[in-house]
């Protein structure tokens, strides 16, 4: 009997010392995931618990609060999304410009031949017809937002204007057009074609 009491004494003391030793150094960050029968030892059962010192555990105060990375993570992708639409809507506007642009071009040259078929045609009724028609193109780019570019008494402009030639004309002033070769033409304020004129200058009097 004296034995078996000895031994449920030194039972009783191994697991009092595995006890203390589950939550002390080294072996209670491998094995913080107990319940001691004792309140004042670790009552922590996170398996990932680093941080329990006596009754307080700080393991939840340590971990990363997900909730807040996944609202920052969901914020960063729309922020990408909205970036990524606005550069999508930019592209069609651009390529859809561009589209128009490309079709003016191929249209222009026949405004120009307009112009000297009425100069050759004699017949006012021809001439009338030819009008129709030009008018008629010209109102078609109107409502594409296509403008010509005035060049009727404007002073000039090599931003809108190309120079072909120079004179001097001492009735008008200085650096002002005084006669259109071809016709100049722009989309808003992008210039599709450069108006070709001739330029009135002066020379300084010495």
């Known amino acids: 009997m004296a034995y078996k009491k000895q ?3 030194n039972d ?3 697991k009092q010392e595995q006890q203390k030793k589950c939550c002390s ?3 209670k960050e491998k094995h913080c995931n107990c319940k001691h029968e004792n309140e004042h030892e670790c009552k922590c059962e996170d398996k990932d618990c680093n941080g329990c010192k006596g009754d307080e555990c700080n393991c939840n105060n340590e971990k990363p609060n997900l909730a807040d990375e996944y609202l920052n993570m969901a914020r960063i992708i729309q922020a990408d999304f909205d970036n ?3 550069r999508s809507i930019e592209s069609i506007k651009q390529a859809k410009r561009d589209g128009m642009i490309s079709a003016i071009e191929v249209i222009l040259p026949c405004l120009d031949v307009f112009k000297k078929a009425k100069q050759m045609i004699k017949d006012e009724n021809d001439k009338k017809g030819i ?6 193109i010209n109102n078609s780019l109107k409502t594409l937002g296509v403008e010509k570019i005035n060049t009727q008494d404007a002073k000039f402009d090599p931003n809108l204007h190309h120079a ?3 004179v001097e004309d001492k009735t008008k002033p200085d650096n002002v057009i005084v006669e259109e070769y071809q016709a100049g033409y722009k989309l808003g304020d992008k210039v599709i074609k450069y108006s070709q004129v001739i330029v009135n200058k002066l020379k300084e009097d010495k």
């Open 12 to 14: 009783e003391l191994d």
């Open 84 to 86: 990524y639409r606005k």
């Open 7 to 9: 031994e449920s004494v």
């Open 25 to 27: 150094g080294d072996d």
């Open 164 to 166: 072909l030639s120079i």
């Open 131 to 136: 009008e129709m028609v030009e008018n008629e």
